[in-house]
């Protein structure tokens, strides 16, 4: 038996206890790693601002702007951001580089949206050795959804894989008895597509009856066209690059030939795909999109979108609002913004990464209405839904319901 | 040779240099190589990298300096050795679990059997004929690397990672540390392999091609053998330099070695000064810094910034480093004369 003394004491910390669990949130010791104290935060990045994918760097003036428009509203829980943005020029080595400086001398507390797959890759490791954050990649291979392996690197947008499942599922629903025919580009990108088509057919597989593939170094894919259509399939999946994207369109209709015709998200932009093509040979081709189209009339009296644009007005005034980079850099911004007021007063590194994989249908205001950033512990792809578009008159068309397709590398 | 060709083939690049010019004094050469043996303990870690690519460019540029300033022939392939000696080492260490020190060799012969091949047929072509061939090996070299059947060595557009080698012996040092003192090891080992060569009898033949084709082989030099030679010599140690590239960097892709790679090169020897050996630090050092002093700058107008910079040096100092040096070396003897 307890004797009086001890029962009290033992009553007296249990409410103690108590107490300071309720409090805890409230009186939360501020905690920070390297590259965040109480008034900054800061973040690195690098982005090919010179080079063959120069076109990219808009994502990293985007970004610029939008954390300055944060600034000016006070910053996050009262810290501005320090965003330091350094020029890679999509070479792995000067990747290596120019990260290693943002981590050693620049001492930031996370790297966000570096920009390609090769760039990523070869400074995935040295991040994951020194636990880092490599927030939200603009990449959309698949293997940055790999919680297992490299719990420090994260996936924004759609992979190619879960982009291809929703395709394989679209086909299972509407065209169950398709004969699909599939022309994809010979390395990594392509690959991914065909493997997320496979794998989203699943026992219907058998229903392709040709795989074609080209390499990105072919002039022209005529060639590869008319060898597609004497197998005669009636389902046509595009898995091209843009300018091959455009070919193909172009040579079906030259050949009078109309198969039903999907192409990837990444080849879908009216003004460099669709209209070279000739939009009366575009007509009825399908698609899936993540976001909404700064160009498009119909987002005129979106919130969402009148934010964007405000935004640009200001902060970005001359920018060319057809450019689907403004939509990508506003919207990945505003992620890591929402990941960095749940951090809260807890600035350290393993926290960051674990908001990051906390979000709950958190929706950008760019993303179309209905797709919604979805993160935990197992499932590094933020964002893995798409909706069906069809392409009419001089622009596309959404329908139909919102589709996942989650991809798992492991 | 056509009247176009002499015009062409007369450009001051390939001017005479003669071979005591090539080479710094014993003192000052010690001097350097003191700063480079002692800088490393008083940075941090990222400096060490970067004096570590420093050193690995250098010898790149070297390569280059050989066979422009020593044998007076073209290149802007040399991203190509670049890259083969590259992916040598990282599927050599990845694939066969070689260690590290092991696959230089084997990537340095292998570039020069390459180098050797290559300039097999390219000796038929001079000036920018050459240069235009070698420029055509740069562009292929990418879109090679990237093709299905070597994918499963190579790992296609994903690239490789390679593992970061630790300090041997128990060694109490940092990765980087140690891999700056075995790159600088190396790159002293090569340095003076390279002056020896080029104050041979080989590196005589080099230079009378150099400086007039016909009189050199009036005067008994193999042309053919020589020009080749300095082709398969030039790779190899462009090959080393790949190799070291790649575990310094511990990734290998196809987009690290693109013609801009080839050109970068090509500057740094004229900024460093064309055949003066020592000059290819200088000029590895302007191709590794000035784009980051120039994206200081403007970011938006980094290139346009790194022009200037570049005319600048071009129009101030039209022979480089050596220039410099030179006018250097004067100024101090003057001073010690009064």
Request: charged share 15%; proline share 4%; with cysteine.
């Amino acid at each position: 038996m307890l004797s009086r003394q001890a029962t009290r004491s033992a009553a007296f910390s249990t409410a103690l206890i108590a107490t300071l669990a309720i409090s805890g949130s409230a009186f939360a010791q501020k905690k920070y790693d390297t590259g965040a104290s109480d008034t900054e935060i800061k973040i690195g990045n690098i982005m090919p601002y010179s080079g063959p994918a120069s076109s990219y760097g808009l994502i990293g003036k985007t970004e610029e702007a939008y954390f300055k428009m944060i600034n000016d509203q006070g910053g996050i829980n009262g810290r501005k951001i320090n965003f330091i943005t350094y020029d890679d020029g999509y070479s792995p080595p000067k990747a290596v580089e120019q990260v290693r400086k943002l981590v050693e001398s620049d001492e930031v507390l996370l790297v966000f949206n570096p920009l390609g797959t090769p760039s990523n890759s070869a400074i995935q490791k040295y991040l994951n050795s020194k636990k880092i954050p490599q927030l939200f990649v603009a990449t959309g291979a698949t293997k940055w959804n790999d919680a297992k392996d490299f719990p420090w690197t994260i996936g924004w947008q759609p992979s190619y894989q879960s982009e291809a499942q929703i395709y394989a599922k679209f086909l299972m629903k509407e065209k169950p008895d398709a004969k699909i025919a599939i022309l994809y580009q010979n390395d990594d990108f392509g690959k991914d597509y065909l493997k997320g088509t496979k794998d989203g057919l699943g026992a219907k597989a058998s229903q392709i009856v040709l795989e074609e593939s080209y390499e990105v170094s072919e002039p022209t894919i005529d060639s590869h066209i008319v060898k597609i259509k004497a197998a005669n399939p009636d389902v046509l999946l595009i898995y091209t690059t843009p300018k091959f994207g455009a070919q193909t369109i172009k040579k079906t209709a030259e050949l009078n030939w109309k198969p039903l015709q999907i192409i990837t998200n990444v080849s879908a932009s009216v003004g460099s795909v669709m209209q070279p093509a000739g939009f009366e040979n575009a007509q009825g081709v399908l698609s899936a999109a993540y976001a909404k189209d700064g160009a498009d009339s119909q987002w005129d009296n979106d919130p969402g979108m009148k934010k964007w644009s405000a935004f640009l007005d200001k902060y970005m005034p001359g920018a060319n609002k057809t450019d689907g980079n403004l939509v990508y850099g506003y919207g990945v911004a505003q992620t890591l913004v929402k990941v960095l007021q749940m951090c809260g007063d807890d600035l350290t590194r393993a926290n960051v990464m674990k908001q990051a994989a906390s979000l709950k249908d958190f929706e950008p205001d760019t993303l179309l209405p209905g797709v919604k950033i979805n993160t935990s512990a197992t499932d590094f792809a933020p964002i893995s839904q798409l909706q069906m578009q069809r392409f009419k008159g001089e622009k596309w068309e959404l329908f139909g319901p919102i589709i996942s397709g989650d991809v798992n590398t492991n | 040779m056509s009247a176009v060709e002499d015009v062409v083939t007369e450009a001051p690049a390939v001017e005479a240099v003669p071979k005591r010019a090539m080479t710094l004094g014993l003192g000052t050469s010690l001097v350097v190589l003191a700063a480079l043996v002692i800088a490393p303990i008083f940075v941090k870690n990222f400096i060490i990298f970067q004096m570590t690519m420093l050193l690995i460019y250098g010898l790149a540029v070297l390569a280059l300096n050989i066979l422009t300033g020593g044998s007076g022939q073209f290149s802007l392939g040399q991203s190509a050795f670049y890259a083969v000696g590259a992916y040598t080492s990282a599927i050599l260490m990845e694939h066969a679990n070689m260690n590290y020190a092991l696959t230089l060799p084997i990537a340095g012969i292998v570039c020069f059997a390459f180098g050797y091949l290559f300039g097999k047929p390219a000796l038929r072509l001079s000036g920018v004929y050459l240069a235009l061939a070698t420029f055509a090996l740069a562009t292929a070299m990418p879109q090679l690397l990237k093709l299905g059947f070597f994918e499963h060595w190579t790992g296609g557009v994903q690239g490789l990672v390679v593992t970061k080698p630790d300090a041997p012996f128990g060694l109490k040092m940092s990765q980087d540390m140690w891999l700056y003192y075995f790159t600088l090891v190396i790159s002293i080992g090569i340095y003076i392999a390279s002056i020896n060569l080029l104050r041979s009898r080989s590196g005589r033949a080099f230079m009378a091609i150099r400086d007039n084709e016909i009189a050199a082989s009036a005067m008994g030099v193999n042309v053919a053998l020589y020009k080749t030679l300095a082709f398969g010599v030039s790779a190899g140690i462009t090959g080393v330099a790949g190799g070291l590239g790649a575990i310094a960097v511990q990734f290998v892709a196809p987009d690290g070695y693109t013609i801009l790679l080839a050109i970068s090169l090509f500057l740094g020897m004229v900024v460093g000064g064309v055949g003066w050996l020592p000059g290819s630090l200088v000029g590895s050092a302007f191709i590794i810094f000035v784009p980051n002093i120039a994206e200081g700058i403007s970011k938006g107008l980094s290139g346009a910034v790194f022009g200037v910079l570049l005319f600048l040096v071009i129009f101030l100092v039209p022979h480089g480093a050596r220039q410099v040096a030179m006018v250097a070396q004067q100024l101090l003897g003057k001073m010690i004369k009064k």
